[in-house]
Nanobody
């Protein structure tokens, strides 16, 4: 089994910054794509950003230029640096990992979510 644990959420004023972290733990696994998704109240979960094991990145248009995704493969950790935060960024942020065991895909794993609230 693989577990994802997120940290770094909280309350921040508009224009402020937060850094989210997500670490995967378990045995005998590797991770292809890692990503962040978010879900605001009354809305569907949406993609924020993804990063491959070769560090190719993809961002939602709404966060381009403000958010940066990165990862440390040795630590099985993905980060999301969020700058110039807006009230519309308020949501629960979920970490996602596409997990492999050798050449066998184990599937998508999700973290428990961390709340980000942008408010004055």
């Amino acid at each position: 089994q693989v577990q994802l644990v997120e940290s770094g959420g909280g309350l921040v004023q508009p224009g402020g910054s937060l850094r989210l972290s997500c670490t995967a733990s378990g045995s005998k696994f590797s991770i292809n794509v890692m990503g962040w998704y978010r879900q605001a109240p009354g809305k569907e979960r949406e993609l924020v950003a993804t990063i491959t094991s070769l560090r190719s990145t993809n961002y939602a248009d709404s966060v381009k230029g403000r958010f940066t995704i990165s990862r440390d493969n040795a630590k099985n950790t993905v980060y999301l640096q969020m700058n110039s935060l807006k009230s519309e960024d308020t949501a629960v942020y979920y970490c996602n990992a596409d997990v492999m065991s050798g050449l066998r895909r184990l599937g998508d794993y999700w973290g428990q979510g961390t709340q980000v609230t942008v408010s004055s």
